[in-house]
Each structure stands twice: as structure tokens, then as C-alpha cells.
């Protein structure tokens, strides 16, 4: 079961805010923090990457995740597992965005610099 620790499900959240904003302004310094060295990231592609590639990806694509209302955050001692419904917005060379609806789940543990997201996977969800 779930602990109750409202402290580390807000934490958890600003983490996931501050990646979220990361990605989306092209910060590296902040995702190098945010990223756990043993990284597992997956796409809704099926595309598997560790840390540095998709430190790549992320720099290069610029993508806004817009989280949707209702996510959740359970904690698990010093683990907590994020999930939520969000819309990538992905911005191509000639200005347009393609919005791809996704559900996410990321989990993230607490160590010595505080919240590092370890693993993350998506699943593609069908256009509404």
C-alpha cells in the first residue's frame, strides 16, 4: 500500500513540473539533474533510450507536455510513481505542432541531490 506523505507527493510533482519546463525551454543542466544516470525512457514508439539520448532528443525537440487534470502520485518510501494523461505538443521545422494525446508513467526516487526520474514509459492514446 501507498504511504500517506504529502511532502514527497508534492516534491515528486515539482520535479515532474521542473522536467516538464526542462524539456520544453531546452534545459540541459536541469535535465542532467533530473535524470537519473540508469534511465529507462520509453516512448509510446516502442523507442527505448538511456539518459544521454534522451537528453539529445529532448534538447533538439523542444516538446511541451501539458499534463492534464487528475494526475496521481503514490510514494513508496523513497520511490514515487507518477501518472497522468498529457497532450506532447511537438514542434516541427516549417512552425506547425503535431499534438499527440499520451498516457505516462514515470517513476522517480529520492537520493542524495532529491527526485530523479529512473524510468518513464508512454502509451499512445487514440485521438478523441
Same mark, same amino acid.
Given at each position: ?51 544521454? @539520448?534522451? /537528453?539529445?532528443? #529532448?534538447?533538439?525537440?523542444? *516538446? ?5 487534470? =487528475? ?25 506547425? @505542432?503535431? /499534438?499527440?494525446? #499520451?498516457?505516462?508513467?514515470? *517513476? ?5 541531490? =532529491? ?14
Amino acid at each position: 500500500m501507498a504511504d500517506h506523505n504529502p511532502t514527497a507527493e508534492q516534491e515528486v510533482r515539482a520535479a515532474v513540473a521542473a522536467f516538464n519546463q526542462a524539456a520544453r525551454s531546452g534545459d540541459g543542466a536541469t535535465l542532467d539533474r533530473l535524470l537519473s544516470e540508469d534511465l529507462f525512457y520509453g516512448h509510446s514508439n516502442a523507442l527505448m533510450e538511456n539518459k544521454a @539520448v534522451c /537528453i539529445e532528443h #529532448l534538447l533538439r525537440g523542444r *516538446i511541451d507536455f501539458q499534463d492534464e487534470p =487528475g494526475s496521481t502520485v503514490q510514494i513508496y518510501g523513497g520511490t514515487g510513481i507518477f501518472h497522468t494523461k498529457a497532450k506532447a505538443h511537438n514542434p516541427k521545422p516549417d512552425g506547425s @505542432v503535431v /499534438i499527440v494525446p #499520451l498516457d505516462i508513467v514515470q *517513476i522517480w526516487v529520492k537520493g542524495a541531490t =532529491g527526485w530523479q526520474m529512473v524510468a518513464r514509459h508512454t502509451t499512445r492514446l487514440p485521438e478523441a
